[in-house]
C-alpha cells in the first residue's frame, strides 16, 4: 500500500474546489458537500496512512541498490554503506555496535524504506551475513512498524532461543517472542532468500528461508494492522540486495 498524505488544509481546498467546480447549484452543492465531507474528513485523519492497492501481488516497492541509498531511512546511518562487488551494489551493516539506541530493548540496525506503509504485504531480498558471531547470528525484518515502540519484526537467529530465531513484537516493553520456534536458521557465508508475509485480516504473519514454499516460522497476531518496513539486525553484520514489496 502506498502512502498518499493529504493535510487538513489542502482536504478543505480540495472539498471547496470539487463543490464549486462541479455542483453550481446551491441545492446540489448542499448534498454533494454532505457527501464529500466524510471523504474530507477522512483524508485529513489519514493524512499518513496508505492507499490500498488494487492489484493484489503488485510490487510497489523494488530496489537493487544500484541508484544507492536515498529511498532508506538508516536509524544509524554510520554503519550501514553502500557497497560494491563484481560490478553489483548492495546495502552492508558495517558494525556490530550502534549509536541509535531504542527506548526498549530491540534491534539496533534498522533501515526502514522511506514514504511506503503497508497492512497485508510480502517482502522478499537476498542477504548474505557477513560475520559469524556465533548462536544468534542474525538478520531481521521490521513491520507493521508504527514508531519505535511499536512494531514486529523476525529475529533469523541461527539457533533459537526466547530472543533469538523467534517472531518478535515491540510494544511499549522489551522485545517478546510470539513463537517458540525450534528451527536453525542455516547461516554460511552465501547469500540466501527471505521472504516475510502479513495478512492483517487473518492475523498470520509466515516467514520463509530459503525455501519458499514451507514456512520457517508463522504465527498470528492481530495488535499492529499497519505501518512501515524494513531490513537490519539485531547487533550482526549482514549485506542486502533485490529488495521487493508486494502486495496481498
Not at 21 to 43: C, D, E, I, K, Y
Not at 134 to 147: A, T
Not at 164 to 193: F, Y
Request: charge should be negative; include cysteine; hydrophobic fraction near 35%.
Amino acid at each position: 500500500m502506498l502512502t498518499a498524505p493529504m493535510d487538513s488544509q489542502a482536504a478543505i481546498i480540495w472539498l471547496e474546489s470539487a463543490e464549486n467546480t462541479h455542483h453550481p447549484n446551491h441545492n446540489q452543492s448542499q448534498m454533494q458537500r454532505s457527501t464529500l465531507l466524510p471523504l474530507a474528513t477522512v483524508f485529513v485523519l489519514a493524512s499518513a496512512m496508505p492507499l490500498v492497492a488494487d492489484q493484489p501481488g503488485k510490487a510497489i516497492f523494488q530496489d537493487d541498490f544500484e541508484n544507492g541509498t536515498d529511498r532508506w531511512e538508516m536509524l544509524d546511518p554510520m554503519t550501514w554503506k553502500l557497497a560494491e562487488r563484481d560490478g553489483n551494489k548492495t546495502i552492508e551493516i558495517t558494525e556490530r555496535s550502534s549509536k541509535y539506541k531504542p527506548p526498549v530493548r530491540s534491534p539496533g540496525h534498522v533501515a526502514l524504506i522511506k514514504d511506503i506503509a503497508a497492512s497485508s504485504f510480502e517482502i522478499t531480498f537476498r542477504v548474505r551475513s557477513t560475520k559469524d558471531t556465533g548462536n544468534h547470528r542474525d538478520c531481521c525484518v521490521f513491520f507493521n512498524y508504527i514508531d519505535d515502540q511499536h512494531f514486529y519484526y523476525v529475529h533469523l537467529g541461527a539457533k533459537p532461543d526466547p530472543h533469538s530465531g523467534q517472531i518478535m513484537i515491540v510494544n511499549e516493553a522489551p522485545r517478546k517472542a510470539m513463537t517458540t520456534n525450534e528451527r536453525l536458521t542455516p547461516w554460511d557465508d552465501e547469500w540466501h532468500d527471505v521472504k516475510v508475509s502479513r495478512d492483517v485480516d487473518s492475523g498470520e504473519i509466515r516467514v520463509y528461508f530459503d525455501d519458499m514454499q514451507k514456512p520457517h516460522m508463522l504465527v498470528t497476531d492481530k495488535t499492529f494492522n499497519k505501518g512501515r518496513i524494513g531490513i537490519g539486525s539485531f547487533d550482526d553484520l549482514n549485506e542486502f540486495d533485490d529488495v521487493v514489496v508486494r502486495t496481498l
